[in-house]
């Protein structure tokens, strides 16, 4: 069965300052995704970035990036430059297999302090 | 168009009505998702079409009904439900229902409340 874990249900970080988000997975799959999808309150989820298990070059949008460690099976988000904007529950998500059902981790809720 | 709404944004219903929740995108996308969030909750996946066929229901109860008439639409049906079923309904789609195609957009839902 595939698992996702966010281990940090809050975080703050300083406007403009750098955080990491951790999540960490399971999947008995060769063949699968991961994702970061942020949530801002009251608004649509979105897609913030997708990293395939069989490329091994971390994924980077922008000001975002992960480190995947796939040995580790470890998927973090590291957010630099935080903005204002970024404040959202962030979620972790994974997808592969027969079913390929997208299968979130609980969340973490980052807080964007002025 | 990289846009998925749903309407109505908001919904009040009594145990006793029927309503229906209405899902549209024009991407293209053949597969398409229902998904039920409680607050401060992932989203749990109730509904999976492709190609416009029901591929995956997660023993969801039979009062949520869903259907999809055509490529771009997805409906759920709601009748009798219980003040449990309360919540931020999300509709999302995919280019197809296979691996490579697994970003999903999703829409804004619509916050149901049962009383």
């Known amino acids: 069965a595939q698992t996702v874990t966010q281990s940090q249900p809050e975080m703050s970080v300083q406007e403009a300052e750098t955080v990491t988000l951790s999540c960490t997975y399971d999947?008995?799959?060769?063949?699968?995704?991961l994702f970061w999808y942020k949530q801002p309150p009251s608004r649509q989820m979105i897609l913030v970035i997708r990293?395939?298990?069989?490329?091994?070059q971390n994924a980077t949008e922008n000001r975002f990036s992960v480190n995947f460690q796939k040995a580790a099976k470890s998927f973090s988000l590291k957010i630099s430059d935080s903005q204002l904007g970024d404040a959202a529950m962030y979620f972790c998500?994974?997808?592969?297999?027969?079913?390929?059902?997208?299968?979130f981790g609980t969340g973490t809720l980052l807080a964007v302090q002025p | 168009d990289t846009e998925v709404t749903q309407t109505p944004k908001h919904l009040v219903m009594g145990m006793t009505n029927k309503k229906s929740l209405k899902c549209e995108q024009h991407m293209g996308h053949r597969a398409m998702y229902w998904y039920k969030q409680k607050a401060k909750k992932p989203p749990e996946l109730m509904f999976v079409?492709?190609?416009?066929?029901?591929?995956i229901n997660e023993s969801v109860p039979s009062r949520f009904s869903p259907e999809c008439p055509n490529s771009s639409l997805l409906n759920l049906h709601l009748h009798a439900l219980q003040p449990e079923d309360s919540a931020l309904y999300l509709c999302?789609?995919?280019?197809?229902?296979?691996?490579?195609?697994?970003?999903?957009?999703f829409g804004p839902g619509t916050r149901l409340t049962v009383l």
């Open positions: 990293q395939e298990a069989y490329k091994q």
């Open positions: 999947t008995s799959e060769s063949d699968y995704y």
């Open positions: 079409y492709s190609y416009e066929k029901l591929s």
């Open positions: 998500a994974n997808s592969g297999g027969a079913t390929n059902k997208l299968i």
């Open positions: 999302a789609s995919s280019q197809a229902w296979a691996i490579q195609y697994n970003e999903q957009f």
